[in-house]
């Protein structure tokens, strides 16, 4: 059929070229010719490729299929028809209009660079960010790190609700006498890397936690919970654990290396950051439960070394997996592991130590719950 | 072999626009649903779609760009990416951040501790200097893969001069508080108009950077009329008159940062050249594109909180017999109420995109002419340029919009 009017561009230059187009569907090609082409085009049907999501949609522009370098297998040159019976037509006859061409050895391509990016990203996260970070916690000087983690301290503080530094300290004389008492009993005879400064906040959480350079803060919540003085002691044993193992500094650090990479993999799309935020979370948990593991085996050593009942300890993990209550976290997101394993680990361990004593008297144990007067 | 209709005469030539609303929105919402429900991976085609009904809207009236990058390409080009910059990131971000340890001191007060964690933000730095390399080599890319009469467009590399170049203008602006942003402006715009070509012409850009200065008037005034407010509020004690007064300077403020930049790009469009002598004139109606701005800015807005209403109204439909009725009826409307959300955030993410970028591309596309075209027809096809990462790093930071 035509033959129809069209323009034509041959890819070399820009000038445009008038032709007349025609359709021999009996020979399968489409027929340019016109006064500015040396000899008329002969472009075969099947060959033939439509430019996609057109704004003018009622223009048909076509190319070649062609194995050139380009971004897609095209040939450069570019023919533009308006006529609507022709561009019906040529939509009909022409099976391949819309077929998407790749270049040879594209799978390969895909397989192998994907393979690479998951891979490094993999090597990083899992390898490499935490083993700079533990070489880099170690090789920090001792007062910068006592002074981060002061820092922290005093951010938690602001955060639990202090307006002024040292508003949420207990010093009850009498009370940290017996706390003093507690740690002596724990680090004595152990060779520790750094000097402990433990603290109670005035604060009913019932947790504890570990800042870098040897801060510990216990909270009020967690010593009035406590079954006894040898919980509080086992809890005080588990964050030495992490203070000698620079636990907190080390999490700091590979934070701070991972932070962006995964919001780099997914990008801004709806729902992302939901994804980038449930992927560091479950990142951060598998970092930091690794980390308290290490902690409670440390803490068992020291109450053994110590001669203080480990049935404390599993008491205290009791109470823990009492007020999670019916919902639990998936150990997955969770940033420690279940406390049944770890109470039933204390329990275990109780049953093979030797002869133990309280680690403070009666009386001091009621002293030191008073610490916050 | 060139066309032979326009010799003698000296052709000009009209830009026209021809996007509409609901094909460009109807492609956004279709492939931000892909996107979503492939995790993102999609977004690469997504956004090759977009790009192709935007481009083959911009025409002479007779011939239209067009757009020939491909979904594959870029998602080849991110994977490159990933691998260098996880490698890059972590180690450096992390080798800063233990610098700003080493600097700390012992806080005397909680504020002096805040103070002391905002210091570690200097990971920040890392990326810097990578989000303006990934800048041009993304707008290398796209000229790389823009064509018109079959030609290709394309830009030299230099991806780390323009970082340089704009790591040095952003600090002094900063430090002149603004004052010398024309400079950067123009600086950086004659940066990358001296490095793009049409085929195998190049394109110049003239001018000088002063005739900027005066086009940062409305900004200043926007924020005096700020200023004036905050005064009126804190010294003559009117606090609802000198709040009505600051959001009227932030109003101002705001068009006179729209104003900047239409003007700017009008001064820069009419001191470009091709090839030497192919000019270009943009007659840009200014109040007419600060209108659409604002008013683009508001439909989103109203349709925004219409899509909740409804979204909110359909829960509410769907959850209601499904709780009276049971088990298996609450996962079907459970899942209707997840349809409908995701239905409803691809609609929300591609309002900008029809109300506001595509009106402000129409006007300016509509308000170019192009002098001496006759000139075009001398121009020869350019080589390949496999250009850069495709675009890959400043799709990993997130800064490759589809515009």
Known sequence: MGPVTGSFFDGQHAGRHRVEVTLDEGAGTLIVTGPSLSAPLQWPLGRLRALEDLARDYSLTLTLHAETEDEAPRDPARLTIREPAMTARIREVCPDLRKRDLHRGTWRKIWTRSAMAIGAVVLMLFVILPRMADTLATLIPIEREIAFGKSVIAQMERALGATDLGDLRCDGAEGRAALDRMVARLTEGQDLQYDLNVQVFDHEMVNA??????????????IEDASGPDAVAAVL??????????????IALRAAGSAGLLSMVLGDFTGGTIAVVLGERIMQASYTREAEAAADVFALDMLNEAGVDSTGMAEFFDHIDGLQGDFKIPEYLSTHPASEARAERARDNAAEQGATTPVLSEAEWQVLKGICG | MMSVNSVGTKETLEGHYAGQRKPLFNIAVVTALLTTLTFGIYRFWAKTRLRRYIWSSISDGRDSLEYTGTGLEKFLGFLVAVVVLAIYLGVVQMGLYYLGLTLFTEPQTTEQAAMQSAALLITVLAVLPLVFFAKYRARRYKLART?????????EKGAWGYAALAMFHWM????SLGLLLPWQT??????????????????QQGGKWTALLPMMGHIYLGLLIMLGGGALAAMMNLPQEGALMAGLGYFWFIAGIVLYRVKSFAYLTNTKALDGNIHFEAEIDTTALVATVFLGALAVLLISAAVYGALGAGIFFAMMPAVLMGQGAIFIGVILVIAGYLLATAVISSLALVWVIQPILHQIVDSITVHNADELNFIEQRSFDEGADAEGFADALDLAAPV
């Open chain 1, 209 to 222: 936690f570990a800042a870098p350079g040897g801060q510990v803060v216990v909270m009020r919540g967690l």
């Open chain 2, 186 to 203: 123009f600086r950086l715009e004659r940066y990358v108009t001296d490095r793009s070509w049409y085929g195998d012409a190049p394109f």
């Open chain 1, 237 to 250: 044993a588990h964050e030495i654990g992490h203070v000698e193992a620079r636990d907190a500094t080390r």
């Open chain 2, 172 to 175: 002094v602006s900063i430090l």
């Open chain 2, 147 to 155: 064509r018109w009469r079959g030609i290709r467009f394309g830009a």
